[in-house]
């Protein structure tokens, strides 16, 4: 009779440990909301969009819409996704902003 080795498949524990344990004695410190680098670039796109480029942005849309409607197929999604998107530029940029802030 001949008895076969089983071979482990599953891995074992010290196969997490070890290396999760190394990468935690190298890792360093990191501290979020110090950096300012993106602060212009956060500032110019934020005005853009609270601004003209905001009101393009639902004009577009809304023209859009407009087509959508007078090719005669009526679908509540050409009135809504125009309002939603109007919705979304007035008043989505200071809400994700004011939420960016407070997680950082």
Same mark, same amino acid.
């Given at each position: 009779? =001949?008895t076969? =080795?089983? !071979? $482990?498949s /599953? &891995?074992?524990? $010290? @196969?997490?440990?070890?290396p /999760? %344990?190394? %990468?935690? /004695?190298i890792?360093g410190? /990191?501290?979020?909301?110090?950096? =300012? !680098?993106? @602060? &212009?670039?956060?500032t110019m796109? *934020? @005005?853009?969009?609270?601004?003209?480029?905001?009101? #393009?942005? =639902? +004009?577009?849309?809304?023209a859009?819409?407009? #087509?959508?409607?007078?090719?005669? $197929?009526?679908?509540?999604?050409?009135v809504? +996704? &125009?309002?939603g998107?109007? #919705?979304?530029?007035? *008043?989505?940029?200071p809400? +994700? *902003?004011?939420v960016? !802030?407070? +997680?950082?």
């Amino acid at each position: 009779m =001949t008895t076969k =080795t089983l !071979t $482990r498949s /599953a &891995p074992r524990l $010290r @196969d997490y440990i070890a290396p /999760a %344990a190394l %990468a935690l /004695a190298i890792a360093g410190a /990191a501290y979020a909301g110090a950096d =300012t !680098t993106f @602060d &212009p670039a956060l500032t110019m796109f *934020t @005005d853009f969009l609270e601004g003209s480029g905001g009101k #393009i942005i =639902t +004009v577009l849309s809304l023209a859009g819409g407009l #087509i959508a409607l007078a090719s005669g $197929r009526f679908a509540l999604g050409q009135v809504a +996704v &125009p309002v939603g998107v109007g #919705i979304g530029v007035g *008043t989505g940029v200071p809400i +994700v *902003t004011s939420v960016v !802030t407070a +997680v950082i």
